[in-house]
């Protein structure tokens, strides 16, 4: 994948779209095949790759009883920020959570709470995101809200993967895609500009 | 090497921000210490033995306890949110994690030690005088022992059903040496024996330390890795 | 049929094969050791329990030093089968452990009037039992098939590690509170008879752990390959 480019990855339940990006990120290792990330694996113990990449999944990764603020914090000393606190105010600011920066996080409401893990995971600025389903639980205008976000880091350089069972939601951003059927690559290529037919195609290759 | 220790530190620094706020598991661990002193203290017969024969013993069979109670609590805050995952996913060395929460630990045990010592004093007239340091310096150093290979198995048994029973039954074996190099050179400060008559506890003291903590950085990577 | 399972029941028959072969050595071996060993002066007829005891303790040992090497060799090449292989040695080894730690009192007993010594031996082999124990429960309460042989084999590394240190703490407390020797069996001075019988005890049961071994893990192997198959219907 190339920077500004976002590969939408979609199939039913139990696919593998999950191991996927766990596989992307590092956290699994590859019984056969390898990832590379800038001619690097992320496994390795070698930080380079690691660095590179983001992870938003259904987790938020943050500790309960701490503030966003020592969150993200602990989470910039352990990526070796060399300005923690800096990096730290500029994260939540971006994401509007200043305001709230000091409550535990337990005690943040389901929005603030997806607002401080996007934080979590754009704090070292990563040049890849993987997306575990974002669109989960997101009323109308908290996924405009996203959508938003998204391209705003697609204009940056980044580059997107997001895993889904609805590419309705991320269709116009996303530059390729993907279906995973049974834990297989049923098809890959550039997004093709019809969605309808997407789905009728979609319908083919998962039950039919 | 400054940028694992320094990994190490925040990790530590978090769990201790964690426990400080929370306080459950350190407090659990006390009071547990001290009933259990309370209990040894009932359970003796003061004209059978003197205490200072049975004092070794109890004292280090409560460290112990309390010990076992306070070392799940370093992995079991990362079960929430999947807070481990996150910790994985930066370029984190995975000894790192392990020495970080080694670190914690050490922390938190020698937290409970340093309220049952004093209380160990006080329930059994114990008088430690001239004693302190060496007491204090083979607790450390046994304590190093035992919470090393503490420290891993939580790490496995945090993921298990039965987290409470499980590091128990793994980890009494392996906590045998320590504590009973511990007890025999404690009984000897106590007796006021001179340092040669310990030697040979201290070294295996000193050697299983060495070695279990070398093992365990080595080996830790296998139980966090997939 | 897959070469898989055709290569599975080919292990579970030779481990039948081994079995068999050892059951009828021990038998032979017991046969030898009650008509054809002389009678102890001091301990009587009962100190032939000997011949199984040791013989089982030797089993328990080597049942355990192959789960650490193996455990070691898993964690090098990631080879499921290995993990499977350690497993069934452990299986072998917690029953080697138990019949020595059931003869050895009944031994004590019936000899010296104690049922338990803290002898070298007897205190090595309790804590491999525990080791034993720690190992299967942790392997019964992990589901996933990887993370529970990880998690087996670095329990099994560190057991490994920690037997120096066991044999280390017995020899320092003895030295220091000297106990009557009361279980002696490796003394040099044995008629040839009883060593005869001893080392033939000690092959006898041998074959017998290598053909419980197989035998368990070509079981496991066959167990692995239903499971795999359940997942896939």
Same mark, same amino acid.
């Given at each position: ?27 699994? &290792? ?13 496994? &390795? ?69 997806? &607002? ?30 996203? &959508? ?61 | ?32 210490? /001290? =009933? ?11 004209? /059978? ?40 996913? /930066? ?41 302190? #340091? ?23 048994? @945090? ?8 590091? #128990? ?10 504590? @009973? ?25 000193? =050697? ?12 830790? #990577? ?5 | ?233």
């Amino acid at each position: 994948m190339r920077a500004g480019e976002m590969l939408a990855v979609a199939g039913p339940n139990g696919a593998g779209k999950t191991t996927l990006l766990r596989l992307l990120a590092g956290l699994m &290792r590859p019984s056969a095949g390898e990832v590379r990330i800038r001619g690097q694996r992320p496994t &390795r113990d070698d930080p380079g790759p690691r660095r590179a990449i983001g992870l938003l999944s259904h987790h938020t990764f943050l500790y309960d009883d701490l503030t966003p603020a020592e969150n993200l914090h602990f989470t910039a000393r352990l990526y070796g920020l060399t300005d923690p606190a800096g990096a730290t105010r500029a994260a939540l600011e971006e994401v509007g959570l200043t305001a709230r920066a000091d409550t535990p996080v337990r005690h943040l409401s389901r929005g603030l709470l997806q &607002r401080a893990a996007i934080a979590r995971a754009l704090l070292h600025q990563p040049d890849i995101l993987l997306l575990d389903e974002p669109f989960t639980g997101l009323d109308a205008p908290s996924a405009d809200r996203f &959508r938003a976000l998204l391209a705003a880091q697609l204009a940056r350089g980044r580059a997107l993967v997001l895993v889904s069972h609805h590419l309705a939601e991320a269709w116009d951003l996303a530059t390729h895609v993907a279906v995973l059927s049974g834990g297989r690559w049923a098809l890959e290529g550039s997004r093709p500009s019809d969605l309808a037919a997407f789905h009728a195609r979609y319908a083919e290759l998962v039950h039919g | 090497m400054a940028e694992f220790l320094r990994i190490a530190f925040a990790i530590a620094a978090k769990d201790i921000r964690l426990e400080l706020r929370s306080r459950t598991a350190l407090l659990s661990a006390i009071v547990f210490s /001290a =009933l259990v002193l309370v209990v040894f203290n009932f359970a003796r017969d003061p004209t /059978a033995l003197a205490a200072v024969d049975l004092a070794p013993s109890v004292l280090w069979v409560t460290f112990a306890f309390g010990a076992v109670i306070a070392l799940n609590r370093a992995f079991y805050v990362e079960r929430e949110n999947a807070a481990l995952d996150g910790i994985l996913l /930066a370029p984190v060395p995975r000894s790192a994690l392990y020495v970080g929460k080694l670190f914690a630990n050490l922390a938190f045990v020698g937290v409970v030690e340093a309220v049952a010592l004093p209380l160990f004093v006080l329930f059994f007239n114990v008088d430690l005088g001239h004693a302190l #340091p060496g007491v204090l310096g083979v607790t450390a150093l046994a304590t190093v022992g035992f919470v090393a290979v503490g420290t891993i198995f939580s790490a496995m048994v @945090v993921r298990t059903r039965f987290a409470e029973l499980m590091l #128990p039954v793994l980890l009494l074996p392996f906590m045998v040496p320590p504590l @009973v190099g511990a007890v025999q050179v404690t009984a000897k400060l106590l007796a006021g024996r001179p340092l040669s008559e310990m030697m040979g506890w201290l070294r295996l003291l000193t =050697l299983y330390d060495i070695g279990f903590v070398t093992l365990c950085i080595l080996v830790f #990577p296998a139980v966090v890795d997939e | 049929m897959t070469p898989e399972l055709l290569a599975a029941r080919r292990i579970v028959r030779r481990g039948q094969v081994l079995t068999v072969l050892g059951l009828l050595a021990a038998a032979a071996v017991y046969v030898i050791a009650i008509y054809f060993t002389p009678v102890e002066v001091r301990q009587g007829p009962a100190q032939k329990i000997f011949y199984v005891h040791a013989p089982a303790a030797w089993g328990a040992l080597v049942a355990f030093a192959v789960v650490g090497l193996v455990s070691i060799l898993y964690l090098w090449l990631q080879d499921e089968r290995l993990d499977l292989f350690a497993a069934s040695s452990a299986e072998v080894g917690i029953a080697f452990s138990l019949v020595m730690l059931t003869t050895g009192p009944i031994w004590g007993k019936t000899v010296w009037g104690t049922w338990w010594t803290w002898d070298a031996r007897l205190t090595l082999t309790l804590f491999l039992f525990f080791l034993f124990v720690g190992y299967l429960a942790l392997r019964a309460a992990v589901q996933d098939h990887g993370e529970r042989a990880r998690f087996s084999a670095v329990v099994g590394i560190m057991g490994l590690v920690l037997v120096p240190f066991i044999h280390l703490s017995v020899y320092l407390f003895r030295t220091l509170h000297p106990q009557p020797v009361l279980l002696k069996p490796s003394a040099p001075s044995m008629p040839p008879e009883m060593l005869r019988a001893l080392l033939s005890g000690m092959a006898a049961f041998t074959v017998l752990y290598i053909g419980f071994v197989v035998l368990r893990y070509g079981l496991a192997r066959l167990d692995n390959l239903r499971e795999g198959a359940g997942d896939a219907v």
